[in-house]
């Protein structure tokens, strides 16, 4: 009995706290911001709720609206709140930081279930607190994966189904059949970008394929935001294909490639300001590459390679981001980082590990884009590696410059500048031109070489029209040259070393509500070259992530 009164008043006076809370929330009186309301202004008061408000995939009241766009919003699972809420940076009871809404937009918008993010300040009540709402659009995210490309003369088949929101989850699964030049193979992928919502990402695949098969188990709780304190990463992967060789884009040799990978890393933060973070890494990898002669081995194979190593690197982030649009894409926000970002490897191959000879590597990244005025963005990336094995010398430096001046918010020029000088490069990872390495009018691998040079100039045009909400339509003109010297040595002599030109004009059409964002590239090009095999023109078609 005296039990039984315990949990009574027990219960009764939890409840009482509970109500006189709840009665104190709502006795503070709220107003209902504006949309376009700072966020500084509200920087430190507490946050008194978050709410999620998603938006279903098709816009019903927009134009044009027919059966179809009714059917997929009543056939897809909105994005749970619960998924989105894993992705928020913040807590009710913290004091608002505006940096920290600000990353929240980002990662969400990195989501590829999720087509437009907003996270905004939407109250601010009497007792000084705030209340934060994330409204989100919906991808649509069960995607039959068809696709029929053909690009630098060879044609490329993918079927198959996959779906990136899981019973609206986040989670990603696809199943796929791909046919193309160099082999078939069927493939099935699941991947969670939030497991759980404890940030740590997983990723499994296999792949049979008529060349070999492929396995992947990786699993990494990343730097997911700026000021993250740690990461961990365990990667297995098992790869076996055979890989072409090319004269003037024909295939002409051919070998298999066993690959055979098992990494494990962890990463801390040990300095930090506002904007900006260092960040150290310590890894293990065994890292071993065999290969073996097929029927079609008419020119030999590499030699076999074992590049086990212990590494240590450093890295520095700033972190400077704008919204921009039509840099990458068109017709939606990006988020462009202005500031520096850098890194340094350095790996020691150990023959405890399995490496045949002890040696070093070393590699360094520079990223960095400047917003030069309101209309020109100019972005650029440089990369220098060097690996010292035995009587191995590798050198490969690289650099990548991309200049966007906005003529206005439909039209724009873009030029890119790639230049890579390489040293004794293992022979499948030599430098290629040709398809989608650059040179749009030629095959697929028509130049490689260890030096290479690329230059592109192009006009693009956004258009405001939209194929019944399933295509955004863009339209490029562009020219192309390029040259690669330093001809393999294992093949004929080829044409590396004579410039190549080109040029065409494109048609450009995102899918804006498709969790891909694919933009389908339907080029028509011309080989300025005297080659006769390739002086006619030529339909390019292939889907692609970018402009």
């Known amino acids: ?109 990195t989501r590829r279930y999720l087509r437009k993010v907003e996270v905004r300040v939407t109250e601010h009540c009497t007792d000084g607190s705030v209340s934060v709402t994330i409204h989100t659009w919906d991808n649509w995210s069960l995607l039959p994966n068809i696709s029929l490309s053909r690009e630098g003369g060879e044609s490329k088949t993918v079927l198959g189904l996959a779906e990136d929101n899981l019973f609206g989850t986040g989670n990603q699964i696809n199943l796929d059949y791909e046919n193309d030049s160099e082999r078939q193979s069927y493939l099935v992928n699941f991947r969670s970008p939030n497991l759980f919502g404890s940030h740590w990402n997983l990723n499994t695949l296999y792949a049979d394929k008529t060349d070999g098969e492929s396995y992947l188990l990786a699993l990494e709780k990343p730097f997911y ?82 590049l086990s190593q212990f590494w240590f690197s450093w890295h520095f982030v700033e972190a400077d981001y704008r919204q921009l649009y039509n840099v990458y894409q068109f017709n939606r926000v990006e988020d462009i980082n202005l500031g520096w970002q850098a890194s340094v490897r350095l790996g020691w191959f150990q023959p405890w590990l399995g490496a045949e000879h002890s040696g070093w590597s070393l590699k360094g990244t520079l990223d960095k884009a400047w917003q030069l005025s309101p209309t020109d963005l100019l972005i650029g990336q440089w990369q220098a590696e060097q690996l010292q094995q035995a009587e191995l010398n590798q050198l490969l430096i690289s650099s990548y410059a991309m200049w966007i001046h906005q003529l206005d918010e439909h039209q724009s020029l873009v030029g890119q500048l790639t230049y890579a000088y390489g040293q004794d490069l293992f022979r499948d990872q030599r430098l290629s031109l040709g398809g989608d390495t650059g040179m749009r009018a030629y095959p697929l691998y028509y130049q490689t070489g260890e030096r290479l040079a690329l230059a592109t100039a192009e006009y693009r045009y956004y258009s405001t029209l939209s194929i019944a909400q399933i295509f955004d339509v863009g339209y490029a003109a562009f020219a192309d040259w390029g040259r690669t010297w330093g001809s393999n040595p294992a093949l004929p002599e080829d044409s590396a070393g004579q410039s190549l030109y080109g040029i065409g004009l494109g048609v450009r059409l995102l899918s804006s509500h498709s969790s891909r964002g694919t933009m389908i590239h339907i080029d028509l090009t011309k080989a300025l070259h005297d080659q006769g095999e390739l002086s006619g023109l030529e339909w390019r078609i292939l889907a692609k992530r970018r402009f």
């Not at 766009?69 to 807590?91: M, S």
Request: proline share 3%.
């Open 1 to 109: 009995m005296r039990f039984r009164m315990a949990a009574m008043w027990c219960w009764m006076a939890w409840f009482g706290c509970k109500a006189a809370l709840a009665a104190e929330q709502h006795s503070a009186a709220c107003t209902r911001l504006p949309a376009d309301s700072e966020l500084q202004q509200f920087q430190g008061f507490p946050i008194r709720a978050i709410r999620v408000h998603s938006e279903d995939v098709f816009d019903l009241n927009a134009d044009k609206v027919y059966w179809f766009h009714h059917l997929a919003n009543r056939t897809h699972k909105i994005t749970k709140p619960d998924t989105i809420l894993e992705d928020v940076l913040f807590q009710v009871g913290d004091p608002l930081d505006a940096e920290a809404l600000l990353e929240t937009e980002r990662l969400l918008r």
């Open 225 to 306: 935001r700026l000021h993250a304190p740690w990461a961990f990463a365990f990667h297995l992967e098992a790869d076996s294909e055979n890989v072409n060789e090319y004269l003037r884009g024909d295939e002409i040799n051919e070998y298999q490639r066993n690959l055979d990978l098992l990494q494990l890393s962890s990463g801390w933060k040990v300095a930090e300001a506002e904007r900006w973070v260092q960040r150290i890494s310590l890894g293990i990898e065994q890292h071993q590459v065999q290969f073996d002669t097929t029927a079609y081995t008419d020119y030999g194979k590499p030699e076999d390679r074992d």
